[in-house]
């Protein structure tokens, strides 16, 4: 079985969230999510709309996501990999090289293309305006 991990914070769930999620699960056969806990969020100066638990309750009723786990910190991402014995790492490309080294050759780093007309970041403005 190959296994495949994502990690996001996935507030205002959209039909781009909804893309990368069923791209990152074609490219093998079960997907985590490290969704980020709302104190990691806090860490970052993020806030999202939603708690954590709302958050997680979205991604598990998603077909592609067969698994949610917490993500608390920046250093979770190797040892989560150890752990779940994780086969392909997927980011969208706006991180495109920052885990190839820290992940230094456990598994398949692959950067996903986002969804370009649609974002988080541009929802909240839209509504904002």
């Not at 086969?87 to 950067?111: A, P, T």
């Not at 996903?112 to 929802?123: A, F, G, H, K, V």
Request: hydrophobic content about 40%.
């Amino acid at each position: 079985m190959r296994r495949v991990i994502t990690y996001g914070t996935f507030d205002l769930l959209h039909y781009g969230h909804i893309q990368l999620l069923k791209r990152a699960k074609a490219l093998g056969d079960y997907l985590i999510v490290a969704l980020s806990a709302d104190e990691f969020n806090a860490l970052k100066g993020k806030k999202a709309y939603f708690s954590y638990a709302d958050r997680k309750r979205m991604l598990e009723a998603i077909r592609y996501v067969d698994m949610v786990i917490p993500e608390e910190n920046w250093e979770q991402k190797p040892l989560d990999i150890e752990r779940f014995n994780i086969d392909v790492f997927v980011m969208g490309d706006d991180w495109q090289g920052e885990f190839d080294e820290l992940l230094d050759g456990k598994c398949e780093v692959v950067y996903l293309s986002r969804t370009p007309e649609i974002s988080t970041t541009q929802i909240k403005r839209d509504l904002n305006s």
